[in-house]
């Protein structure tokens, strides 16, 4: 059994970062594994308090093989977590925690108080210190941000697909993006570049966004034929991205920009929906590698040419199309990813523990 520790609220889907823990939560049951969840959204204190000092009682019964921690984008607000992955670790359980985030560290992008600031650094550093002595390993979404960190163990984890039933497509015209809007993840270039290409012809974009960032979009643009603006839960982009061709992201360049791996193009690839990227570092190696889409500059010129590229060209289109297919199917599933998790604890469980294990088998 491997107890998974989260701290979202399961039934909330609105972002990448709740979206992950119930995905590799799903690909785990899927490969077979029993899991002890605990789950909850850390700003109910009282409620998240609750679930885990019932999890610290089960431990007095049971021991789980595994844990594996999707940790929230900021510190642990809660004395009982801390208390819980130090039981877990005197257990002997082997852990693997997930680094999601370390926007903490530029302050570009972190715009507090500096008294705040010097709180949350504080808190940040007490995590890093439990998670240095107790973690067997800690994974990241890309090499570039492990580097940031040093941890005696480390990985990477980037974000993945799931395998679904897809229609041929045999050319593109409908574009879509998914995600937050602002000038730092492109919000005006893609709509400039998107003005450009509907004045000599008529190419559909799809945003789909929270309500609250729709202002991010200028009022002159709401009123285009050509811009579709919605708001859908998990449950409903389907809708969405069976009428797109294809997928964008586009992210300006900087430090933290360079080290993400937005889980939107994995979901873009399974939809079967080539890419069409900004050149942030380690997204765009992805896509080189992978031959998923085109990689341009952050400019509106840039992308509106990428797109062009692939309106103009239903070969090279249908081609990324079949790669889109094959690189999330080939090594970039859910199962995957929970699959190398589970393969990297199994190599530090005790010896003797693991001919106990094979005894009692």
Not at 52 to 77: D, H, M, N, R, W
Not at 264 to 284: D, R
Request: proline share 5%; net charge positive; glycine share 4%.
């Amino acid at each position: 059994m491997i107890m998974f520790i989260s701290y979202v609220d399961f039934d909330d889907r609105r972002s990448g970062s709740s979206v992950r823990p119930q995905k590799m939560y799903n690909a785990f049951l899927k490969l077979g594994s029993k899991v002890f969840l605990v789950t909850g959204a850390q700003n109910n204190r009282k409620k998240r308090r609750k679930t885990v000092l019932a999890a610290l009682e089960q431990l007095k019964t049971l021991k789980p093989k595994f844990c594996y921690i999707e940790l929230p984008s900021g510190p642990i607000f809660n004395m009982a977590d801390r208390l819980l992955i130090l039981r877990l670790h005197r257990m002997g359980v082997p852990i693997a925690a997930f680094y999601r985030d370390a926007f903490y560290k530029f302050a570009a992008w972190w715009q507090v108080s500096p008294h705040k600031k010097a709180v949350i650094n504080l808190l940040h550093k007490i995590d890093n210190r439990l998670l240095a002595r107790c973690c067997s390993m800690v994974y990241f979404p890309s090499q570039s941000m492990a580097d940031l960190f040093s941890f005696p163990q480390k990985g990477v984890l980037p974000p993945a697909g799931e395998a679904r039933f897809l229609p041929v497509r045999k050319q593109a015209r409908t574009c879509i993006y998914v995600g937050g809007l602002s000038k730092r993840y492109g919000t005006d270039i893609l709509l400039k570049a998107f003005e450009q290409l509907n004045r000599t012809g008529s190419f559909p974009l799809i945003i789909i966004c929270r309500e609250a960032e729709k202002k991010e979009i200028a009022a002159r643009y709401l009123s285009m034929p050509w811009l579709t603006v919605a708001h859908a839960a998990e449950a409903q982009l389907k809708q969405y991205y069976t009428r797109a061709d294809i997928g964008l992201y586009c992210g300006r360049r900087d430090v933290y920009m360079d080290f993400a791996i937005p889980v939107k193009v994995f979901e873009y690839l399974s939809y079967g929906l080539p890419v069409v990227t900004t050149n942030c570092t380690e997204i765009a190696a992805f896509v080189r590698r992978s031959d998923v889409g085109v990689i341009v500059e952050d400019n509106a010129a840039a992308i509106a040419d990428g797109v062009s590229q692939l309106i103009e060209n239903p070969q090279k289109y249908q081609k990324l199309c079949a790669n889109a297919v094959l690189a999330i199917n080939s090594e970039n599933l859910w199962e995957h990813r929970a699959a190398k998790v589970l393969t990297d604890l199994s190599s530090f469980v005790n010896p003797a523990a693991k001919r106990k294990t094979n005894q009692k088998e």
